[in-house]
């Protein structure tokens, strides 16, 4: 049975940073490239960042020199480092799995919560 157990998000102020982590079993998950998605209510789940199985990054141009997407393959977790967070960025972050024949795979979300 595959998990994605998404942690790390909680309540920070404008500026601050926090790092969410995404653990992942039931995959062989250096095969997997990874992803942090974000939504807010009434709005479409927006991909944030991504990294590749081989390690390759991409971002959103809107959090591109604040946020960092890195991997454990040792302990199947993947991570996303948000630095200089704003109220716009407040949102549920959700974590995915893609593999190269398709399958995909979530977690439940995290909330983060920018605001003073």
């Known amino acids: 049975q595959v998990q994605l157990v998404e942690s790390g998000g909680g309540l920070v102020q404008p500026g601050g940073s926090l790092r969410l982590s995404c653990a992942a079993s039931?995959?062989?998950?250096?095969?997997?490239?990874m992803s942090w998605y974000r939504q807010v209510p009434d709005k479409q789940r927006e991909l944030v960042a991504t990294?590749?199985?081989?390690?390759?990054?991409n971002y959103a141009d809107s959090v591109k020199g604040r946020f960092t997407i890195s991997r454990d393959n040792a302990k199947n977790t993947v991570y996303l480092q948000m630095n200089s967070l704003k109220p716009e960025d407040t949102a549920v972050y959700y974590c995915?799995?893609?593999?190269?024949?398709?399958?995909?795979?979530w977690g439940q979300g995290t909330q983060v919560t920018v605001s003073s």
């Open positions: 995915n799995a893609g593999s190269p024949k398709g399958s995909t795979y």
């Open positions: 990294i590749t199985f081989g390690g390759r990054t």
């Open positions: 039931g995959i062989r998950f250096s095969l997997y490239g």
